[in-house]
């Protein structure tokens, strides 16, 4: 069935294709187009094919050509993406085009990117045009996730953050995650060495409040507890990405689902120009081994461009020297250009992964001080006579309050996701396009156990099995109406299937769960813009509504949720405004965003339940509930200065969740249930964050780049949490620093300083069954790098690199978990 949707897909677009062929003469004529504005320091001519062009030079700041430039081409919307090398004289064209807006851009090594052109073309015409790349400027990209359109940096009316490629690689980041640890308004949290479980927090929100975009379409896991992709952020490593954007604020009226404090979208490399790659080797400590290939390349006018990534990420050691994780993913994107107006896009994305895991900390036997309890771990070797069988109560605690996470000698966790898209967009005529796309996730999670351990633990073998699916079928249509306003509206289908498996120890005890929901959604957005592109306006909508089928549990007997009439759940609307005003004169722009937002409860938050044998099914789920809604505002402004060297950035923001979903056995649960629950997930009231984001980047000289972030968050809960109003694990200060320079032409240097305040966790205490809260103290983490790059031919070069972490070995607890020590790794990379 599935090889029928994708062969029905493929005749479509080729049929849609070949349309708009015989339709673009027609459309040139019935539709004429508005006259050519091509930016400053660009000139038109008109030919007589259909088909237009973009093609000139890249330049350095005394007007020489830069050989081997990136050039990177947007069209407005449908987003579109092309790119192609300058040859030795800096020479770059782009054929093929369809009439429109674009945006232009070039970068190159030892240049900071030249500043975003407009160009529009009519059918038919040839544009000139001249990219003047810096000395020393700020590094600005053309973005797409604000809007879900191409937009340049002044043009933006939301908090925005964009990593690029270059910067993972001048910082040697193997991990995503990792990556946006400076990232203003987020909270990376890694619960111990490379591969262990991260989450990343929005502006003191939750784990599932921040959505995860793979090119701008949702990345899910329906068999997660709350239907997000938190589960898998630990799996997504550096493999063919051409950056990262992230969008802070409410983002669902846009992309739907979870983005409720923010969204990050991962963005593959399209490809493109000459044939290019590499291959990166490189090992160091806690048995540390990563590997990578990757090429790019493009037919003649990028008819057919393509980029593949392979990485493979091997820790054989950990943190205790029995914590071994593997990752092995694959990244790859190709666009084939079916016509100047019609283009078909595949892209997909594979991860395997493995993990030992390790038992959750627990506070020490005896008794502690009411309240908050400031955590001190036991010593190494007290840690080890735990792990070899010695009771918590024989410990030599002195005065320690935790035991972090112990060994499990059997605890596994064996994962595996593929995420791929197909996308048609076409653009018969230059103020309509449309664009028709479909996805498919599929989650796969083994856990595993057995009797070794610390904690409560099997009496043998154990193996729970988590499967998600998630389909979704999405058809947008945009328009042009006059020349500065621009709107999209459109219909999204999705499918989520979640299968849950349980093997105790008893053959008795199998338990299976089969649940499916469907949802409708419709969307629409307007964006304007005035006074000569100075004020920019948007304002956005959305409405998801869903349907349930019956779940299907085995054994059947006594199945829970069975033999009811399932009316559909309450829906979700969702709209957001934004509103941005730029003094060119002063370079200063002011911003300001404010909308609401929601999280449609897991197929596991509905539908969840527990079996044995002995008590038979235990429900906790409930098909009734509610999405979790919430409301959001933020303000700020951008300021640049020094010609365009510096810029100075802050925003306060405010988000309130209004309703939230909860897990609950205190009473929340209304008697009588119909489902014959005592407790179990259930609508209530959320909480409430604000605080300030400040960043200040600055490029001082051409061999020195700056950027540092300081992020001030007052997270509460509107109801207690364990006595503490004080949202868990965030702190209220986070300040990050980030200095990247050169020596001469071939040598790089980098340094990398984290810092928080302290925070407060729960830990569970097995011996009450109640969890105990903590004030873990904060993070002060640095780490410096050094690269040398050899150029072999003029095309190919090698590059060495080092990189220590935790400079100043420290020894830090994440939640009780114990994080790597000082740390160094090095190896090679050869670039073609």
């Keep these: 069935m599935r090889n029928i949707r994708i062969s029905l897909f493929v005749k479509f677009a080729a049929a849609l294709a070949v349309s708009s062929c015989a339709l673009a003469p027609r459309a040139a004529a019935q539709s004429p187009s508005p006259e050519s504005s091509a930016s400053r320091g660009s000139s038109t001519q008109t030919t007589t094919n259909d088909a237009a062009t973009i093609g000139g030079r890249v330049l350095d700041p005394q ?5 081997g430039a990136l050039v990177t081409l947007y069209a407005r919307a449908p987003v579109v993406r092309l790119s192609a090398r300058a040859d030795a004289a800096g020479n770059f064209r782009f054929g093929r085009l369809a009439a429109g807006e674009y945006l232009l851009e070039a970068d190159a090594e030892g240049f900071a990117p030249a500043t975003a052109q407009k160009v529009r073309l009519r059918a038919g015409e040839a544009s000139a045009v001249e990219l003047r790349l810096a000395v020393a400027s700020l590094r600005e990209q053309v973005v797409v996730t604000a809007s879900d359109t191409a937009q340049a940096v002044d043009e933006v009316s ?9 910067e993972m690689e001048e910082r040697d980041e193997f991990s995503v995650a990792e990556a946006l640890r400076d990232v203003p308004g987020l909270r990376v949290q890694q619960l111990g060495g490379p591969g262990a479980f991260f989450s990343i927090k929005t502006r003191g929100l939750r784990n599932e409040d921040t959505a995860i975009l793979l090119d701008g379409l949702r990345l899910r896991d329906p068999s997660s507890t709350q239907g997000d992709f938190s589960g898998y952020l630990s799996d997504i490593d550096v493999v063919n990405l051409d950056r990262v954007e992230v969008l802070r604020g409410s ?12 969204v990050i979208n991962l963005v593959t490399d399209e490809g493109g120009g000459r044939t290019r790659g590499q291959l990166l080797f490189e090992g160091g400590g806690l048995g540390f081994f990563r590997g990578r290939a990757q090429v790019a390349g493009g037919t003649h006018s990028n008819r057919f461009a393509y980029s593949l990534g392979v990485s493979h990420r091997n820790v054989t050691r950990g943190v205790d020297r029995d914590d071994a994780a593997r990752n092995t993913s694959a990244q790859g994107r190709a666009t084939f250009r079916l016509t100047p107006k019609a283009s078909l896009v595949a892209r997909g994305y594979f991860s395997d992964s493995f993990l030992q895991l390790n038992d959750d900390p627990r506070p020490i036997a005896g008794s502690l001080p009411n309240g908050v309890i400031d955590a001190r771990p036991v010593s190494r070797a ?4 735990f792990e070899s069988g010695t009771p918590a109560s024989q410990l030599n605690t002195g005065d320690a309050t935790f035991i972090p996470s112990a060994n499990d000698g059997d605890a596994a966790r064996a994962t595996r996701f593929f995420s791929g898209a ?3 967009d076409h653009r018969p005529f230059e103020r309509f396009g449309y664009t028709v796309s479909y996805q498919a996730n599929t989650t796969r999670g083994r856990f595993t156990d057995g009797p070794a351990g610390t904690g409560f633990e099997p009496s043998g073998a154990t193996r729970t099995d988590f499967d998600g ?27 989520d299937t979640f299968v849950n498996r349980q093997f105790p120890e008893t053959a008795a005890d199998d338990f299976t769960a089969d649940v499916t929901e469907r949802s409708h959604a419709l969307f629409a957005q307007d964006q304007i813009r005035l006074l000569a592109d100075r004020l920019q306006l948007s304002a956005a909508f959305r409405a998801q509504f869903f349907n349930l089928n019956e779940p299907r549990f085995t054994p059947t007997a006594s199945a829970p949720f069975q033999n009811l009439s399932f009316v559909s759940p309450p829906a979700a609307y969702t709209g957001d405004g934004s509103v941005a005003y730029f003094f060119r004169s002063s370079r200063t722009k002011l911003r300001a965003h404010a909308g609401n937002s929601y999280r449609e409860p897991s197929l596991f938050e509905r539908f969840g339940a527990s079996f044995s044998n002995l008590f038979g099914f235990s429900a906790f789920g409930d098909p009734r509930l509610a999405p979790e809604r919430a409301i959001s505002f933020d303000a700020g402004v951008d300021q640049s200065f020094a010609r365009d060297r510096a810029r100075a950035s802050a925003t306060y923001f405010y988000a309130r969740l209004q309703e939230t979903i909860v897990f609950d056995f205190t009473g929340l649960v209304a008697q009588p249930d119909p489902f014959g629950r005592f407790g179990g997930y259930v609508n209530t009231r959320g909480g409430l964050a604000r605080g300030v984001e400040l960043s200040f980047d600055a490029a001082p000289t051409r061999a020195l780049d700056l950027r540092a972030s300081y992020t001030f968050t007052n997270s509460d809960e509107r109801t207690p949490r364990l006595g503490q109003v004080r949202a868990f694990a965030i702190p209220d200060h986070q300040f990050s620093l980030v200095a990247t320079g050169r020596l001469g032409r071939r040598t790089f240097f ?18 009450s069954f109640a969890s105990r809260v903590y004030r873990f103290p904060g993070l002060l983490k640095a780490d410096a790098g050094a690269s040398y790059r050899l150029p072999l031919t003029e095309s190919r070069a090698l590059r060495f690199f080092g990189v220590v972490e935790n400079l100043f070995g420290r020894e830090y607890y994440e939640s009780g978990f114990r994080t790597p020590g000082r740390t160094a790794r090095g190896g090679a990379q050869f670039s073609f």
């Excluded at 983002?251 to 979870?258: E, M």
């Excluded at 007290?382 to 006579?385: A, D, G, S, T």
């Design 422 to 424: 197909l996308r048609f």
């Design 469 to 495: 699916r998630a389909q979704t079928l999405n058809a947008r249509a945009d328009f042009l109406v006059g020349r500065s306003n621009f709107v999209t509206a459109g219909y999204e289908f999705e499918r």
């Design 382 to 385: 007290e840690l080890r006579r």
């Design 251 to 262: 983002g669902s009226s846009l992309y739907g689902t979870n983005a409720v404090g923010g």
């Design 750 to 767: 980098n340094f990398d300083l984290s810092a928080t305040s302290d925070y407060l966790a729960p830990v569970f205490d097995p011996s």
């Design 63 to 67: 007007g020489a050509g830069v050989g």
């Design 158 to 166: 939301k908090s925005l953050t964009s990593v690029t490629r270059r």
